[in-house]
């Protein structure tokens, strides 16, 4: 029994280690990420932003004002007016952690219209855009040039090979994307939970290799059909229980009484 109480405590211990570590940009299955923009967007056109990015990054990919020694604690207000703009809002900017020599944050952002996202500075490469075509909601997202400063792989010990990934949560199911796996290049299917993710090396994308997604999606939202089914599953209990009560009761006043 004890051996089996210590066997379920490192198990979670493990699991827990392992969610910490997705959680503060560690990556998954040993990814290095260093740079991720997790959007999760409404068929509505508003969505939720969440940056997790080394603060060298932010200052070589976005080209913002952000300390990159890893010694300097960087200035959470500051960070947060640099990501507040007419057309966001910061909900929140994480304690820094480190990894690898670089100190890392995360930046929780929303916006009401992710079309207007590019009038963000930090969002300036980003160009989104949603329609209806054909009966589908198309979803486009177009990432352009960094802000790449010369030398910026030796300056900040990076090699290359890190990650740098735009993840996209869909509201209703996904019927077409062009989403690859980096490492060969075939179509990927989307994860539970309808995440799709484009991923390129950070070498890539300091020279400015442009990234195009595109997603189609049906209209309606898997919320608002698991509404619909689970109040046609209502209806129907409380009309199964209706006929019942009607059947019990006209069987009842069926019987003929016995007689004395």
């Given amino acids: 029994m004890l051996t089996r109480l210590r066997a379920a405590l490192a198990a979670a211990v493990i699991v827990a280690l392992a969610s910490a570590s997705i959680s503060c940009g ?11 923009e997790d959007t999760t967007i409404a068929l509505d056109g508003s969505a939720t932003i969440v940056v997790n990015a080394s603060l060298a990054a932010l ?20 960070i947060r007016e640099l990501y507040s703009t007419p057309v966001t809002s910061v909900t929140r900017v994480s304690r820094p952690w480190s990894r690898k020599g670089r100190r890392f ?3 929780r952002v929303t916006v009401p219209d992710v079309r207007r996202l590019h009038e963000a500075a930090p969002f300036a490469w980003s160009k989104y855009d949603m329609v209806q075509k054909d009966g589908h909601r198309v979803l486009t997202h177009v990432v352009g040039p960094s802000a790449m400063k010369p030398g910026a792989l030796k300056n900040f010990g990076w090699d290359g090979s890190e990650i740098v990934a735009f993840r996209l949560h869909l509201p209703s199911k996904i019927v077409y994307h062009n989403a ?15 995440i799709l993710a484009w991923e390129q090396h950070l070498a890539d994308r300091l020279e400015g290799r442009p990234l195009d997604m595109e997603v189609r999606m049906e ?29 019990f009761i006209r069987r009842g006043g069926s019987t003929e009484p016995m007689s004395a």
């Fill in 26 to 36: 560690g990556g998954v299955f040993g990814k290095q990420y260093e740079y991720e």
């Fill in 59 to 78: 200052a070589t990919l976005r080209g913002l004002e952000v300390p990159v020694d890893p010694n300097a604690r960087p200035d959470r207000d500051k």
């Fill in 105 to 107: 944050i995360q930046i």
């Fill in 180 to 194: 690859r796996d980096l490492d060969t290049n075939q179509p990927v299917t989307h994860q539970r939970g309808n």
């Fill in 219 to 247: 209209s309606q939202s898997i919320l608002y059909r698991t509404l619909w089914i689970f109040a046609g599953a209502f209806t129907a209990a409380v009309v199964l229980i209706v006929l019942l009560v009607w059947w």
